[in-house]
């Protein structure tokens, strides 16, 4: 090759560079060239809209907001556009309950919005304040004068009260660096889409009943990374919508999350499948219920979960996993099989650990004292293949028999109730009969190297083991104030080894 030809070659790639970096310029706008406000004043919803058609429009780019605050109501986001918060940029959502649109296809009311968009997103360290507080108050009142018909049920109104974001059967979406807070319902929502990255963000909403962090529901090739979540319902939820969706290629890792419900939860409305999912790293603290819930109820699967090194303060309970058949569905009970937990810390509490919460949680089933962990399938349809390693649990022990009590003789726990169609929680059958860990209806389930301690005397057996199989243990320990009981209750059951007295 002549010296020549190398710098035509060398002088042809200059040009090619310096084209692709003015077009990447071209490719970004300001908000104010679409005469956005940033007063914080002026409702911005019509200019931010054209704005996103305009950039999609000519084949995509980034709509950037700075410093300001940018009144609106539902923002639709359409494919290839993406929205760049700079920092001191807040996205704040209006408190007119009008100038919200209906998806009266899947009920959902929401800030930005997207349906079967593709290459979206909202990226920065900018804010999406959803000012949900004021807006609820504002429909309430609406609802009230006879103006809206919306179904009233708890306090709660229905699909008027808006998320802060809802995407459905999008493709590769990215959420990054952003807060998104005071949302007036669930806060991000993501419903069928594939390929999805939520990391670095902060959620932080409490203001209001059904504050979910952010829930996915049948979403595909999912990454949610560094996270930060306060929620007064669940934190981060995986649920399902369709009997025909997979849920799948999910990995959750490196996440802090408090939440006046449960840290991270399989359900409640579960349908499709879920398999293949990876929660790893994870700390849930300030929970009023559980850390780790995995629940199907309505029909649905969940298959080859594996959890590991969790971290849990100050928290109602730990781990929590229970099918059932609450509908009575067309595809008959829920299935959970192939669950590995290992390399927990947890500590639980004695006290309403979410005290600090504007909205707390409903109060739970009582009475009772503190429950214990469990496993707790349904008749002909137990939990199988749960393996618990490398797992320590604090709890505070002390249950007081007068308040509540659950003995542990046979008729005593036959008479702990199934519930097959009942809600699924920790607490649904108040008082149970152990203060560690419960299991019932479940089969294949190993226990290696798991420690359970109770700082103070509780009446009940640390463990009770009842109309189950095949149930192993290697190196368990309970830790406890001694007294003249068992340890552990085997009842109905067949396979059990290695259990200490």
């Known amino acids: 090759m002549t010296i020549y030809l190398k710098y035509k070659i060398l002088f042809l790639s200059l040009i090619l560079t310096g084209l692709f970096s003015l077009t990447s310029v071209a490719q970004r706008y300001k908000a104010s060239l679409f005469g956005i406000k940033d007063d914080g004043i002026t409702l911005n919803t019509t200019s931010i809209q054209r704005a996103v058609d305009f950039i999609h429009e000519k084949g995509g780019g980034v709509l950037e907001f700075y410093v300001g605050r940018y009144l609106t109501g539902t923002i639709i986001l359409k494919s290839n556009v993406t929205v760049h918060l700079h920092e001191g940029a807040v996205l704040v959502g209006s408190t007119n309950v009008y100038d919200y649109n209906i998806d009266n296809r899947y009920l959902y009311t929401s800030l930005l919005y997207a349906v079967g968009a593709e290459n979206i997103g909202v990226t920065g360290k900018g804010v999406i304040d959803g000012q949900g507080d004021q ?110 969706q997979i849920s799948e290629n999910v990995v959750v890792r490196n996440n802090v999350v408090r939440s006046s419900a449960s840290g991270i939860k399989f359900g409640t409305m579960l349908k499709g499948r879920f398999r293949n999912i990876k929660i790893v790293n994870n700390t849930v603290y300030n929970t009023y219920r559980s850390a780790i819930v995995l629940t199907a109820p309505d029909g649905g699967v969940i298959e080859d979960i594996w959890i590991d090194s969790l971290q849990a303060y100050n928290t109602g309970n730990v781990i929590y996993l229970r099918n059932g058949n609450r509908y009575g569905g067309e595809k008959g009970p829920g299935t959970i099989r192939n669950i590995a937990i290992q390399n927990v810390y947890a500590e639980v509490s004695d006290t309403r650990p ?79 009969p152990a203060w560690a860990f419960y299991i019932r209806y479940a089969n294949d389930v190993k226990l290696e190297n798991v420690q359970f301690v109770a700082r103070n005397r509780d009446y009940r057996p640390a463990m009770v083991i009842q109309e189950s199989g095949d149930i192993r243990t290697k190196q368990v320990r309970f830790i406890a104030p001694r007294k003249k009981m068992k340890r552990v209750v085997v009842y109905k059951s067949s396979g059990v080894k290695s259990i200490l007295p």
């Open 354 to 432: 979410d005290t600090a919460y504007r909205y707390q949680g409903p109060i739970e089933d009582l009475p009772r004292n503190i429950s214990p962990s469990s496993i707790v399938g349904i008749p002909g349809r137990p939990i199988t293949g749960v393996t618990l390693k490398n797992i320590k649990i604090v709890y505070p022990g002390g249950a007081n028999p007068h308040y509540a009590y659950r003995g542990t003789s046979p008729a005593e726990l036959d008479s702990i109730p199934v519930m097959l169609t009942a809600y699924p929680e920790f607490s649904q059958f108040k008082e149970l």
């Open 135 to 244: 807006l609820t108050y504002n429909l309430i009142d609406q609802i009230h004068k006879g103006l809206l018909k919306e179904d009233f049920k708890y306090d709660r109104p229905g699909i008027r009260r808006t998320n802060n974001v809802y995407f459905r059967e999008c493709k590769n979406v990215t959420m990054r660096g952003i807060t998104s807070k005071n949302a007036a319902a669930w806060v991000m929502v993501y419903d069928q889409c594939d390929g999805l990255v939520i990391d670095s963000t902060i959620i932080d909403s409490d203001i209001f009943w059904n504050n979910d962090g952010m829930d996915i529901v049948d979403c595909k090739n999912v990454t949610i990374t560094d996270n930060y979540v306060n929620a007064s319902d669940d934190a981060i939820c995986f649920k399902s919508h369709d009997y025909n």
